[in-house]
């Protein structure tokens, strides 16, 4: 299974970027997407969440800011970033629910992320 984010990198408070995770390997049938952020000594929190059935969740930190989609034949997640903060300086890393092939139990897989700086 891999995960590869990428997208990242230094911008200017205010301005975007556009975070994307193409993901291979996984078998059973895809439950959630996501993304996840980590700033230095801080916890992981949730960014962004997408359902296979197009249900959106959005943490507090993106809610009007960030958008998350999800394309499945191509098996990329994107995360579309404006009105960039310091505060959103962070390590994003995105993630694939999946059920395990032939079973009711469902896997949490992980990329191993994107730095995201946001400074002038």
């Known amino acids: 299974v891999q995960l590869q984010a990428s997208g990242g990198g230094l911008v200017q408070p205010g301005g975007s970027l556009r975070l994307s995770c193409v993901f291979s390997?996984?078998?059973?049938?895809?439950?959630?997407v996501g993304w996840f952020r980590q700033a230095l000594g801080k916890q992981r929190e949730l960014v962004a969440q997408?359902?296979?059935?197009?249900?959106?969740y959005y943490g507090d930190v993106g809610k009007d800011r960030f958008t998350i989609s999800w394309n499945k034949a191509e098996k990329m997640v994107h995360l579309q970033m404006n009105n960039l903060k310091p505060e959103d300086t962070a390590v994003y890393s995105c993630?694939?629910?999946?059920?395990?092939?032939?079973?009711?139990?469902?896997?949490?897989?992980w990329g191993q992320g994107t730095r995201v700086t946001v400074s002038s």
């Open positions: 997408m359902g296979n059935g197009d249900s959106l």
């Open positions: 993630y694939v629910q999946a059920f395990r092939l032939a079973s009711t139990r469902l896997l949490d897989y």
């Open positions: 390997g996984i078998s059973g049938r895809v439950n959630s």
